[in-house]
């Protein structure tokens, strides 16, 4: 590994990163997640054990490794002394071995509660988690959020408690019918204090001492805030840039990006999708990969891989490969698809990834066809030892999508996989 390798989302999300970082892992010193929060849901199987992270990085379970949340998270304090809690009893968590930034903005019961009322308000709902996680973005940008660092001090929590009392009635309304989550709340700053430092600092220190950082997002490239189907995206930079700005690193310091992608595609809650598969394909797919969210349990829409768009995620990080997940459950079709281009009715043909969701919403796929494989998906090995068909199926994604595949995922497990 390089030293500070990222470690990306190449589609809607739900690609598998978790066990990657994971797998990626044995070979880091420090494992930082840069952006998101307990709206995730990272997958990770050891030993035929399912452990689901929603905030805790996913490189927590290899030994002797730190693990960091960085200011571009969000984190509900509640929460995350559940997830340390649970961890216990696999992983020992401590000080030393997890570090919250002091800088990462705190989702409050109230952030929660507006994220629920505007869902429900709205005519078009963007489909959120309704966790609290927009909110709390959109509060930091107004500069009227929760530091963690401000949030483990019980004078600073108490007084901003006491400023948005005296601010928005809302809040008081809010606060006052809410009892239990609030003391809850309140209670988990005890729990969490020991952990909170100057991540930003110590991760920056690592790199001038040679440590190997492996750095981890959430969602997935398209549903960054600024370049993924607005709206229809979460509240942060998801792309690897957000790495940067995030921890606050130069982008020289970024040795490789490897994004991460499905060897199909799935999107959880609404927006343009256009090779979703309203059939029984479509549902075959989502049956035997299990496309359901780790943290809401949603089901997953799903279609054939879209290399249009994994094009234009490729152009907004840099790949210098990538990882495909989930082979396996492609073995079996009689025929496969991969989407090279758009057509719109107004525009014609389209070959870059539209910015526009109202635009992407009235594209139809132009597909290619590829042969299906009736042979079982080796689990273990070289992507060489894959039934000729299933090669052939990579080759077409590295070809219409200008990328290198590095890795192919199997199965959920940390062995399951080719090189």
């Not at 589609?11 to 997640?33: I, S």
């Not at 949340?69 to 000080?95: D, F, W």
Request: charged residues 25%.
């Amino acid at each position: 590994m390089s030293q500070v390798t990222v470690v990306v989302g190449a589609q809607w999300g739900d690609e598998g990163k978790g066990k990657w970082v994971d797998v990626l892992a044995e070979k880091a010193d420090v494992v930082a997640r840069y952006q998101g929060g307990n709206n995730a849901g990272h997958t990770i199987w050891i030993n035929g054990t399912k452990y689901v992270l929603h905030q805790i990085p996913s490189g927590v379970f290899q030994k002797g490794l730190v693990s960091a949340m960085a200011a571009g998270v969000v984190i509900h304090p509640v929460g995350l002394v559940g997830e340390i809690s649970k961890m216990q009893s696999t992983v020992e968590i401590t000080p030393d071995n997890l570090w919250i930034s002091a800088r990462a903005h705190v989702i409050t019961p109230w952030h929660i509660h507006l994220d629920g009322a505007r869902e429900a308000k709205t005519a078009n709902p963007i489909g959120t988690t309704k966790r609290g996680i927009g909110p709390t973005y959109s509060e930091k940008a107004s500069r009227t959020g929760l530091r963690m660092g401000h949030y483990v001090r019980d004078d600073a929590r108490l007084a901003w408690v006491r400023d948005m009392m005296e601010s928005d009635a809302e809040f008081k309304t809010q606060y006052d019918a809410n009892k239990t989550a609030w003391d809850e709340f309140h209670n988990a700053a005890k729990s969490i204090r020991p952990f909170v430092c100057d991540v930003e600092t110590k991760l920056r220190k690592a790199i001038t001492e040679g440590k190997r950082l492996l750095l981890e997002g959430a969602q997935g490239t398209l549903l960054d805030l600024d370049h993924g189907t607005y709206p229809f995206v979460t509240s942060s930079s998801t792309a690897a840039a957000g790495a940067c700005s995030s921890i606050g690193l130069s982008p020289k310091s970024i040795s490789q990006v490897y994004g991460i992608a499905k060897a199909y595609v799935t999107r959880v809650g609404s927006g343009p999708f256009p090779t979703e598969l309203n059939d029984q394909i479509g549902a075959e797919i989502a049956k035997r990969g299990h496309e359901f969210g780790a943290t809401t349990g949603r089901p997953r829409r799903c279609g054939w891989f879209d290399a249009v768009a994994f094009r234009y995620s490729a152009a907004v990080n840099g790949f210098d490969g990538v990882i495909i997940n989930k082979m396996d459950i492609l073995s079996g079709f009689s025929e496969l698809k991969i989407c090279i281009k758009y057509k719109h009715p107004e525009l014609g043909e389209i070959d870059d990834f539209p910015w526009d969701a109202e635009v992407l919403e009235k594209c139809e796929p132009v597909y290619v066809t590829l042969p299906g494989w009736k042979d079982e998906t080796p689990k273990s090995g070289k992507i060489s030892d894959l039934p000729n068909n299933a090669r052939q199926y990579l080759a077409a994604i590295e070809r219409y999508t200008g990328t290198r595949i590095l890795w192919v995922g199997t199965g959920p497990g940390r062995d399951e996989m080719l090189s």
